[in-house]
T-cell receptor
Framework: AQSVTQLGSHVSVSEGALVLLRCNYSSSVPPYLFWYVQYPNQGLQLLLKYTSAATLVKGINGFEAEFKKSETSFHLTKPSAHMSDAAEYFCAVSVIGTSYGKLTFGQGTILTVHP | EAGVTQFPSHSVIEKGQTVTLRCDPISGHDNLYWYRRVMGKEIKFLLHFVKESKQDESGMPNNRFLAERTGGTYSTLKVQPAELEDSGVYFC????????????FGSGTRLTVV
């Protein structure tokens, strides 16, 4: 079975500062990894995904994440935070072949951006 | 194209009552998923439909929950009778295929049982 751990339920940064949201996964087979974002009163939106191609994945809104197999990590970064990035972010893992695309989510990280 | 639509967006019911949540997937999407987030917890898988068939319902909490997808189009999730611990946000998602490439989520239904 797979699992996901997001380190830090709340992260606060200043506008213009680096955003780093941490995600570690556990999977017995090569995983597919995702970051989703939920803005207030909206649904989950896919930010980016790793599906066994390039290990550095670029997503929407300037976010990117790097798959590091040796560290079982998939941390999300953005060089310069914007006020509009304030939201809750979810890391998720999926394993194809046994779970038909079922996602296992981390606990979520609320990102606050200060002016 | 229209996205995944869920309604109602909010529902407040009393313990013991029945509530039915509805999800309209993106047209043509055979795969439909239900997830739930109880307050303070992670988002958890409930079940997966392929067309009208239940592919995986391993996440359904108990037999008070009944999901249907008649005709392979929209889906309903009925909770009967509702308990306090059923409160949370229920998300629906759909995908044209099962690839693990991620899918499109609806805005969710916030269910409060009082």
């Amino acid at each position: 079975a797979q699992s996901v751990t997001q380190l830090g339920s709340h992260v606060s940064v200043s506008e213009g500062a680096l955003v780093l949201l941490r995600c570690n996964y556990s999977s017995s087979v090569p995983p597919y990894l995702f970051w989703y974002v939920q803005y207030p009163n909206q649904g989950l939106q896919l930010l980016l995904k790793y599906t066994s191609a390039a290990t550095l994945v670029k997503g929407i809104n300037g976010f990117e994440a790097e798959f590091k197999k040796s560290e079982t990590s998939f941390h999300l970064t953005k060089p310069s935070a914007h006020m509009s990035d304030a939201a809750e972010y979810f890391c998720a893992v999926s394993v194809i072949g046994t779970s038909y695309g079922k996602l296992t989510f981390g606990q979520g990280t609320i990102l606050t951006v200060h002016p | 194209e229209a996205g995944v639509t869920q309604f109602p967006s909010h529902s407040v019911i009393e313990k013991g009552q029945t509530v039915t949540l509805r999800c309209d997937p993106i047209s043509g999407h055979d795969n439909l998923y239900w997830y739930r987030r109880v307050m303070g917890k992670e988002i958890k898988f409930l079940l997966h439909f392929v067309k009208e068939s239940k592919q995986d319902e391993s996440g359904m909490p108990n037999n008070r929950f009944l999901a249907e997808r008649t005709g392979g189009t929209y889906s309903t999730l009925k909770v009967q009778p509702a308990e306090l611990e059923d409160s949370g946000v229920y998300f629906c998602a759909s995908s044209p295929w099962v690839t693990g490439y991620g899918y499109t989520f609806g805005s969710g239904t916030r269910l409060t049982v009082v």
